[in-house]
């Protein structure tokens, strides 16, 4: 009897142990799969879906940077004939599927230099870095940028130089007041919905955060610097001084603002060079490399 109640007892630690075995190896969501043999699987998080939703789902999952989180926000975009797969996912993972400066948080200060303002990400009114240096006058018609990006941009424009170009700082650092009076007389000539393309509201300036400059040259116009050959200059060397073109080509969908061949904005030499040699974004940057998501 004894012996009976003992393998009795390891069988049921036998099977209650391969049970926890088989519960903690379980994977937590298995991917949509076609199951065309009918067999019982485990619950997973599409099972919520139908057959178009895991068709598209599907699709995207292939892609880098999909994140399982943001599945029914993809799923917003199913049915646009707008967007490539890879773009959706770029919308949604920058969060541009929510709405400009009503859904914004506050900016994060503490990311220093790398840190995010656009329309989703505001700094407060009184915020004024504190380490502003003026730019070489050489370089500059007037205004700070913080120290580092000062320097780093006295460093990038003395090497263009050796070369026979001429770059000049023309809007470094804006304080919160100026930026506003700026916006406002804007929103006068061309109305909200124009400015908002292509000048940012006061607090969603990157201006304000001292570490973006518009440049020219002694001849060119913002405008026109696109045209120069300090222009085609910056776009192969500015990241090897820590620089990026901050509002691209055709990235205004990400961005939120139209291409702006003057603009440049300091993130460092390192995250310059990740930026560059992935096409990436600042946004996606900031949400893949600072934040560490996906
Ligand atoms: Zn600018």
């Known amino acids: 009897m004894k012996k009976i109640i003992i393998i009795g007892i390891t069988l049921l ?15 937590p969501i298995d991917p949509p799969s076609n199951n065309v ?16 939703e895991i068709k598209y ?22 049915e ?4 490539s797969y890879e773009q959706i996912i770029r919308i949604v993972n920058t969060n541009n599927d929510l709405e400009y400066f009503k859904d ?11 840190i995010l303002v656009n329309k989703y990400n505001v700094l407060p009114e009184d915020y004024v870095p504190f380490d502003l240096k003026k730019v070489n006058t050489n370089y500059s018609y007037w205004g700070e940028l913080r120290g580092e990006a000062a320097d780093a941009f006295l460093t990038m424009v003395t090497a263009a ?21 700026l916006y406002n007389n804007y929103v006068k000539d061309d109305g909200v919905k124009a400015a908002d393309k292509y000048s940012a509201r006061p607090g969603f300036s990157e201006h304000q955060t001292g570490l973006s400059t518009d440049v020219v040259t ?7 610097f696109k045209n120069t050959k300090e222009f085609t200059w910056m776009q192969e060397n500015s990241y090897k001084y820590g620089f990026i073109l901050r509002y691209g080509k055709d990235m205004e969908y990400i961005t939120g603002y139209n291409y702006e061949p003057w603009h440049y ?11 560059y040699e992935n096409d990436l974004t600042f946004e996606e940057y900031y949400y893949y490399y600072v934040k560490g998501k996906v």
């Open 161 to 181: 130089s050796k070369e026979g170009l001429k770059i000049i700082n023309t809007s470094p650092y804006r304080s919160y007041d100026l930026q506003s009076r």
């Open 104 to 114: 914004a948080v506050p900016a994060n200060v503490d990311d220093d230099i790398l």
């Open 218 to 224: 002694p001849t060119s116009t913002l405008n026109t």
């Open 80 to 83: 646009n004939d707008k967007y």
């Open 57 to 78: 789902l599907n699709e995207l999952m292939g892609l880098k940077y999909y994140d399982e989180s943001k599945i029914d926000r993809y799923l917003n975009y199913m």
């Open 13 to 27: 630690c036998l099977v209650g142990g391969f049970i926890l075995y088989k519960h903690n190896n379980s994977k």
């Open 265 to 275: 904005r300091y993130v460092g030499i390192e995250a310059a060079k990740t930026i």
């Open 37 to 52: 043999n009918n067999e019982p699987s485990e619950p997973s998080i599409y099972d919520s879906y139908n057959d178009d």
